[in-house]
């Protein structure tokens, strides 16, 4: 979520033996990771000061739950000119009992060519710290410090300082307990917050805040309703909507399955729920059952789409599971939506196939594991004729022993991408269907379901 790069430079991992990095586990920067490891003493002055206020705090590293920066100590290059000007280093105060803001976050200035000096303190309640985060809130090219303090099981405190010379400046602090995210949301070159609050009263009050700069701090200019009967936020995504308004795509788990609210703002700037519908507080257009598939650019144009799926007939209802077509939809600023392209998906062995237009209403498919034993699984696929079905294609995926000579019988084409340790192949019969693709088109049309990592 947090993607705009800082260059910031991650020291290491966890520093937790100060003899450990003496003996060489030197600093690296995210530009040199591929690169021999810088020594530790060019960081000795850093590490004896950051020793020194750990002695006088009584502290320990403080853990960092989430995100794409958790090491406990961090150093940065805010204005992004190219110099390490500062060092945030991530503490929990142990020895005083009682203490209601034992988190800390040291920040030191650097002072010379090997050498930084603590300038001061932030502090915050809890336990950990859930995620840091550094964007450019107020648009002055440089980036402020975002912090998400863990207060409690699903309660955070979030919030936002501006790191100077010489002291900070506390942006903004609000108790939030679903997730949140940045984004260019009106498009004026700095990143907005949107903070996702679950009603824990019961009254579905469910809602997205929105949270600008204005007047020296981060300002709530606005809110828009979740759909109702939220259980919690599976995700929230900046992205595009169609015709290349920005958009945030949050989707929450709901009593029997999931529903995706696409926000955006009014042209007169407040924040909108463009697919809650108002009879149910709920974004119809987007609710699914099935929930093995999440929103993703499925067609690689910058704009999210939403899954839309569909159960396909059962050939034997008592013992196939179901198996669903997607229809992938955008929409637009005005909550419409188009369908951009329609796949199967099969997330238990790792694909997914692009299907041709005519193949919806034509097709169902069913699983064939009957050699899973010797590390063949199976998808065919039926064409309907005549009331019956018959197979015309299957997808095989194969990690057995004798993979290599299975996808070399007679008929089998190899699908990209395939490894040491898994073939993906296809059997195709024209002569059942004229299906609309052939074994020239079939490897264009496989993909592999790649993975998706977030936190917040």
């Known amino acids: 979520m947090m993607k705009r790069a800082l260059r910031a430079l991650l020291l290491c991992l966890l520093w937790g033996a100060t003899a450990l990095a003496l003996s060489g586990c030197g600093i690296q920067s995210v530009d040199n990771l591929y690169a021999l490891p810088a020594l530790a003493e060019e960081y000795a002055g850093l590490q004896s000061n950051i020793d ?3 002695r006088e705090l009584g502290a320990e590293y403080a853990v960092i739950n989430y995100g794409s920066n958790t090491s406990n100590i961090q150093l940065l290059d805010l204005d992004g000119n190219g110099t390490q000007e500062a060092a945030a280093v991530f503490l929990r105060v142990t020895n005083a009992s009682g203490d209601e803001k034992p988190l800390r976050v040291c920040v030191f200035r650097r002072t010379g060519e090997d050498d930084y000096r603590q300038v001061y303190t932030l502090e915050g309640e809890g336990s950990s710290i859930n995620s840091v985060a550094y964007e450019d809130l107020t648009g002055d090219g440089s980036m402020e410090m975002i912090v998400s303090w863990q207060m409690g099981a699903g309660v955070h405190s979030l919030a936002a300082y501006a790191l100077n010379q010489t002291d900070s400046n506390e942006l903004m602090s609000v108790v939030y307990n679903e997730t949140y995210l940045t ?28 949270y600008d700069f204005r007047d020296g701090s981060m300002v709530m200019t606005s809110t828009a309703p979740l759909s109702q009967g939220m259980r919690d936020v599976v995700s929230a995504k900046a992205s595009r909507l169609a015709g290349g308004d920005p958009g945030v795509y949050v989707t929450l788990e709901l009593a029997d399955g999931q529903a995706t609210d696409v926000l955006a703002l009014t042209k007169d700037g407040a924040l909108t729920n463009l697919t809650r519908e108002p009879d149910g507080g709920v974004s119809h257009s987007t609710y699914r059952e099935y929930t093995e598939v999440a929103p993703t650019d499925i067609d690689g144009d910058g704009v999210l789409e939403i899954p839309d799926p569909e159960l396909l007939p059962a050939l034997d209802p008592e013992n196939d599971s179901p198996q669903y077509l997607i229809r992938w939809r955008q929409f637009n600023r005005r909550g419409r939506s188009t369908v951009r392209c329609v796949t199967y998906h099969c997330t238990v062995d790792g694909w997914y196939l692009t299907l041709p237009d005519s193949w919806e209403g034509q097709i169902t498919a069913a699983r064939d594991d009957s050699l899973s034993g010797r590390g063949e699984r199976a998808v065919v696929f039926y064409h309907q004729s005549g009331g ?7 997808v095989y995926r194969l990690t057995g022993n004798n993979r290599q000579a299975r996808a070399a019988l007679p008929g089998r084409l190899t699908l990209p991408p395939s490894d040491s340790s898994t073939i993906y192949c296809a059997a195709l019969d024209p002569s059942v269907w004229a299906c609309g693709t052939d074994e020239t088109d079939l490897p264009q049309r496989f993909s592999i379901i790649t993975a998706e990592w977030s936190a917040q």
């Open 183 to 210: 984004t260019d949301m009106d498009q004026d070159g700095d990143r907005e917050l949107i903070i996702l609050q679950q009603d824990g009263s019961g009254a579905g009050n469910d809602r997205a805040e929105y």
């Open 52 to 54: 020194a206020t750990m």
């Open 388 to 394: 019956e079905y018959q197979s015309f294609l299957t």
